[in-house]
């Protein structure tokens, strides 16, 4: 979906060729993209006639199981983040699906399955080294160039190149977790219900909503394929036990569903459940909004626009940011909306390029319909490369000014701008 091409792709190897890429890509004024893991839908991990900075070689894992840190290198993905800390019992809040990369996930925030009992990935960044854009070295952490560590949690990839990020790991073993699927005319009741509990449910009971369709693929049940369906997909990180009675209340409390997988399964897997599902290659169009609130008029308004998905892969998650989330303060991160309950994202995907306009239309056509209940600003990884200022302002809110500042100091020249770009202040 994304065809640009660059003059130069350096993979480097260590911090060393990060200098020197960023040096020569800035005394050549050459525009320059920075590729981590992988997983940008908007594209920025490459640019046109400039170089890209591929950090894809840089993947090593260290896990430090008596301090319970880990030091990650910035091309790493979250499932090989996931398999070192496995062996320890540990695990770092990141996304939902393996192969998404570590750098722009946490750069941009990071929430997964473990947000509501353990925060973000950056409330869980204790530092981080960067290669700023006069090619110079720095770690940044709350005791060290503090107002650039502010910058980059949250604030995407504007103030630099992460080389590598140092974390807080939580106890994460085996959870009691998958998904529970009920066709769509249950949708309604589902999504009220769900909207009702999740403010009652424990910190360890993360449940994420989606609209979507039954895959044409094991191992789903095949006269369930291709139905339109509500799904909750439930994840409890504690004794097995709790789990199964946490997961027991929801079943309880609806009708009875099509599919339930959920069970007792180690935390790397429920990671990459997905991944099968989402190859590399796809068309993608995203389109997001912070979520405040689940109204009775916004959630027929869901029903309504999903119903015309183009595609079997296209859908619309809500997935939580409350709990542990709402407990760090609006300015203690560049991240600003502490004040949601869900990230919603709208994704239109195919394996067809001829479907790619279409999924487009389609997604924002959703977009519009729902938007109105929503809050201005969306999560800057569920945004595509056409959102525009005003949209980067209202995701920022009171803390947009503070960014540019920061980004004046660390960057006056915007070196960093194939990104979702705040610019220097002034």
Not at 211 to 222: G, N, R
């Amino acid at each position: 979906m994304i065809n640009k091409r660059p003059l130069l792709i350096a993979k480097c190897t260590d911090a060393a060729d990060v200098i020197a890429a960023v040096n020569f890509g800035r005394d050549n004024e050459l525009p320059i993209a920075v590729r981590g893991g992988g997983h940008n839908g908007a594209g920025f991990a490459s640019v046109d006639d400039g170089i890209v900075i591929d950090l894809s070689l840089m993947r090593g894992v260290r896990v430090d199981p008596a301090k319970r840190t880990v030091r990650v290198a910035g091309g790493c993905t979250t499932g090989e983040v996931d398999h070192a800390t496995h062996a320890f019992g540990l695990a770092i809040p990141f996304g939902v699906v393996s192969t998404t990369g570590v750098a722009g996930l946490t750069l941009n925030g990071g929430h997964g399955y473990l947000t509501r009992q353990y925060g973000l990935a950056i409330d869980n960044l204790i530092e981080a080294d960067v290669v700023l854009a006069d090619g110079t070295f720095v770690t940044a952490s709350k005791t060290e160039r503090s107002d650039l560590f502010w910058g980059l949690r949250g604030g995407g990839g504007n103030f630099g190149v992460v080389t590598s990020f140092l974390f807080e790991a939580h106890p994460a073993d085996t959870v009691y977790a998958g998904p529970i699927f009920w066709e769509l005319k249950d949708a309604q009741k589902v999504m009220r219900w769900y909207r009702d509990f999740l403010e009652t449910a424990p910190d360890e009971f993360y449940v994420f909503l989606g609209l979507q369709t039954v895959p044409s693929a094991d191992p789903f049940p095949v006269e369930h394929r291709g139905k339109r369906i509500c799904v909750l997909l439930v994840s409890y990180n504690g004794a097995v036990a709790d789990g199964e009675k946490a997961v027991n209340t929801v079943r309880s409390a609806l009708p009875q569903p099509i599919v339930d997988f959920a069970g007792p399964i180690p935390y790397p897997t429920l990671q990459g459940m997905f991944d099968g599902l989402f190859p590399k290659g796809l068309q993608w169009y995203w389109k997001g909004d912070f979520v405040k609130t689940l109204p009775d008029a916004a959630i027929d308004a869901h029903i309504e626009q999903v119903a015309k998905a183009p595609s079997e892969a296209s859908c619309m998650h809500l997935y939580p940011i409350d709990a542990a989330v709402h407990r760090k303060g609006r300015d203690e991160t560049a991240w600003n909306c502490r004040n949601a309950t869900w990230s919603m994202v709208i994704a239109g995907v195919d394996v067809d390029p001829h479907q790619a306009a279409t999924l487009k239309k389609w997604a924002t056509d959703y977009w519009q319909a729902v938007h109105p209940f929503n809050l201005a600003g969306a999560y800057p990884n569920f945004m595509m490369d056409d959102e525009g200022e005003a949209r980067l302002k209202a995701t920022y809110g009171d803390n947009y000014e503070q960014l540019a500042d920061v980004k004046k100091k660390y960057d006056p020249r915007n070196l960093f701008r194939t990104n979702h770009n705040i610019r220097p202040a002034g």
